[in-house]
Each structure stands twice: as C-alpha cells, then as structure tokens.
C-alpha cells in the first residue's frame, strides 16, 4: 500500500489531515461546549431567558454529538465517529446501546424543543426535568470509547483534552 491510500480516509476520501483538522475546530467545539454549558447549568442559573437558553444550547449540542457518534451519514458530507475510528464495528459494539441511554432524550427532545408539539399539554412538572447531568456523563463515556478507538493519524491531539479535561473538572 502506498502512503497516499492510507492518508485519505476511504469512506470519505477526505485526507487524514482534513479529518485532523476538523476534529480539532468542529467536533472539538460540539463537545466542549456540551461540557462548558453542564458546568453553568450545574452553578444553577437564576434568570429565566439565560436558563433556558442554556438548555436549549445543551439539548443542541448533545444532539449533534449523538448523530454523530450513533446515525449512519445522510448526506455525504455528514461527519461521523467511523470515520476517524481504527475499527468501525470494534468502536459500534463498544458503544452502549442507544435505545437504552438516549431515546428517553431523543423523544423527550423531539417532542418539547424541536417541534411544536400538543405533547406539551401533557408535561407534567416532574417530567419536565432533563437529567442533562446524567446524559452528560453518558456521552461523556462515549467520548472516552471514542478517544480510546481513534486513530491518532485522523484525530487533532486537541481532542485528548477533552478526556483529561472532563475527568479533571469531575462536576458531571
């Protein structure tokens, strides 16, 4: 094999250097701004307009890192966890089952934030909670299977910070 046919990722044809430098701007972003609005969501936020908003922002991020870790690309140029990953099917049967750890968010997304939906009516105030620090903490794990999985020639060492980063604020 030639040194260019492994530079270039073959799901994507994009260069390894692309996908390096992507990961460091784009996905790197995703994730830290999930972890940098748990941790303010965390502090307790006592204005109504800036609370929700904060869990709107947290409700998006979270969604865009799901897809990607999870959802098969749509579009071609949809960026997903495969492709920066060693071995895909080792990284998916890694993974924990996304059914039992995010549909309840998926639903609860879909039908309160998202869409315009008459579900509301039937919110009641104890479903009305998130449970955004244990989501938090799930896709935390999913980022560490991620890291453990990716191949260093694909992925900014920017990423890696996310790991230490997340352990050392231990909040979520």
């Known amino acids: 094999m030639n040194g260019k046919s492994q530079a270039v990722n073959p799901d994507t044809g994009i260069p390894a250097q692309k996908l390096r430098v992507f990961s460091g701007e784009h996905l790197w972003y995703e994730i830290h701004m999930l972890y940098g609005v748990m941790e303010l969501l965390l502090q307790g936020v006592d204005d109504y307009y800036l609370y929700n908003a904060l869990l709107e922002a947290f409700v998006l991020h979270a969604s865009v890192i799901l897809d990607f870790f999870y959802k098969p ?14 071995d895909p099917r080792a990284f998916h049967k890694a993974l924990p089952p996304f059914e039992q750890k995010f549909g309840g968010f998926t639903r ?28 938090t903490k799930d896709i935390r794990r999913i980022v560490d299977i991620f890291l453990d999985h990716a191949d260093p020639a694909r992925l900014h060492p920017k990423m ?6 997340a352990e050392r604020r231990g909040a979520f």
């Open 108 to 135: 609860k997304r879909n039908k309160e934030v998202v869409h315009l939906s008459y579900r509301r009516l039937y919110v009641r105030p104890e479903e009305k909670h998130w449970r955004s620090s244990k989501i």
């Open 160 to 165: 890696y910070t996310l790991r230490t980063g």
């Open 73 to 86: 690309a749509v579009k071609p140029d949809d960026a997903r966890a495969v492709h920066y990953v060693r």
